[in-house]
């Protein structure tokens, strides 16, 4: 969580989030203004997202020290300690978006929650994600696209692919940046691993998602 946190201070979201705010925008347009966003976090992409709507807002994450951050940097919003892949704690048809940003993803949840012209957005790791620093690190560049799954896993729901976008830019990162990227990923560094972290001690490295929009 501290990794991420440090990671989102340095400014590497700010591009993510300015791809994203198109989309916030239509969020207005909705019957229902409230948003909950899932794996919130220390609540970095609330506050930049939906600023001017704190009390439309509801943080979720299953972290109790990434709610307590949370709720410190932004305590006008609403902040819940729960699990999301169980049940959401909001009822029925209540929230006009939902937001997963590289988190958890509970399909029959968010088709429960959302109002009839509700909207979902999701982010997931691009196929170039870290791919400088995954060649470095693991001896290899795997790219693997992961958003068609997501596609598949909501049309189940009922939940229908408005708009796929691409982000994706390159950034220069230290030794101390590098180390986050590794230790806030799925990627995590294994033993055999780290003396090549050590040896990473700056590098330009790409960032990327798949941005996608869902509707009913």
Not at 6 to 21: C, F, N, P, S
Not at 23 to 32: E, F, I, P, Q, Y
Not at 84 to 93: H, I, W
């Amino acid at each position: 969580m501290l990794a991420r946190h440090r990671w989102l201070e340095r400014g590497h979201a700010t591009g993510l989030i300015d791809a994203l705010r198109p989309w916030v925008a239509a969020w207005s347009d909705c019957s229902n203004s409230r948003v909950i966003d899932l794996g919130c976090g220390e609540g970095t992409f609330g506050p930049a997202l939906f600023g001017d709507s704190p009390g439309s807002y509801c943080g979720i994450d299953l972290s109790k020290k990434a709610i307590k951050l949370a709720a410190r940097g932004w305590p006008e919003a609403t902040w819940a300690w729960a699990n999301a892949d169980r049940s959401l704690p909001v009822a029925d048809g209540s929230v006009s978006c939902v937001l997963s940003l590289f988190g958890r993803r509970p399909v029959t949840e968010i088709a429960r929650v959302l109002t009839e012209d509700g909207m979902l957005i999701v982010a997931v790791p691009g196929e170039e994600d870290l791919i400088e620093l995954r060649e470095h690190v693991q001896q290899s560049g795997q790219r693997r696209s992961r958003w068609e799954k997501v596609v598949d896993e909501m049309a189940v729901a009922g939940l229908k692919l408005v708009e796929h976008r691409v982000w994706q830019e390159q950034v220069d990162l230290d030794s101390g940046a590098i180390a986050d990227a590794m230790a806030m990923t799925y990627r995590g560094v294994r033993f055999s691993q780290n003396a090549r972290v050590q040896t990473a001690t700056a590098m330009p490295v790409t960032l990327a998602a798949d941005l996608m929009m869902f509707r009913r």
